[in-house]
Structure formats: structure tokens, C-alpha cells
């Protein structure tokens, strides 16, 4: 997981919640998550937009959206988090995007451990 050691253990009860649909202490999560510094002003921005929209996505169940059309197999994970991983690296992104697209990354890395629901 990429968020930061401090922020870490509240991004894993936002996506427990949000996997088992359980949202609003999803949203209460994000709220602690609001509340806390981690990393440049900018990067944190980008990030809980990336986990808002990850909540938005799924309460709505909007067939538009990534998150409810995407195949989510184990191997189209892994390629998410490549490409999520890519355009995070690239380097000419602004600390808004990396962080965005770091949610999501997290997001892939934590539905890819062992154990959890696809």
C-alpha cells in the first residue's frame, strides 16, 4: 500500500467497508482519512478524491464507471496495477495525479491479497 504508515490502517478499514458495501462507515473512514497529514497538500488532495470517487463509484453502481464495469479477475488486477503503477511513475504527472491514481493502485493491491472478495 502506498498511503502513509499513519494513514495506512484507516485506507484498510475504507476499503473492508467498501468491499463489503458497507457505506457509510466507508464514509466515516474517509472522514478520519481527512483529518490526517500525509505527504504534499497536493498528493493528499488527489488521493482522497481517487477513495471518494471509489465511493461514489460503488454506492451508485453506475454501469459507466470503472469500478462497475471492469472485469476484476486476478489477472486483469495485475494489469491495473501495472498500468496504475506506470502512469504513477512516468513522472510528469502533478502530485494530484500520482495520488489519485495511487488510491486506485491501493485499491487493485488490496482486492489482490489473499482472502479478499473479487
Do not use: C
Not at 70 to 83: G, I, V
Not at 89 to 115: C, E, T
Amino acid at each position: 500500500m502506498m498511503a502513509s504508515k499513519k494513514a495506512k490502517d484507516d485506507v484498510i478499514t475504507f476499503f473492508d467497508n467498501l468491499g463489503e458495501r458497507r457505506f457509510r462507515d466507508a464514509s466515516r473512514a474517509l472522514q478520519v482519512l481527512k483529518k490526517k497529514s500525509f505527504g504534499d497538500p497536493e498528493f493528499r488532495e488527489g488521493y482522497l478524491k481517487g477513495l471518494e470517487g471509489l465511493l461514489l463509484s460503488a454506492r451508485t453502481g453506475d454501469e459507466r464507471d470503472f469500478l462497475n464495469r471492469a472485469p476484476f479477475d486476478p489477472q486483469s488486477m495485475k494489469r491495473y496495477k501495472k498500468e496504475f503503477s506506470e502512469f504513477v511513475k512516468n513522472g510528469i504527472h502533478s502530485p494530484f495525479d500520482v495520488g489519485f491514481f495511487l488510491a486506485w493502485s491501493d485499491m487493485v493491491q488490496y482486492r489482490l491479497k489473499p482472502g479478499k472478495k473479487d
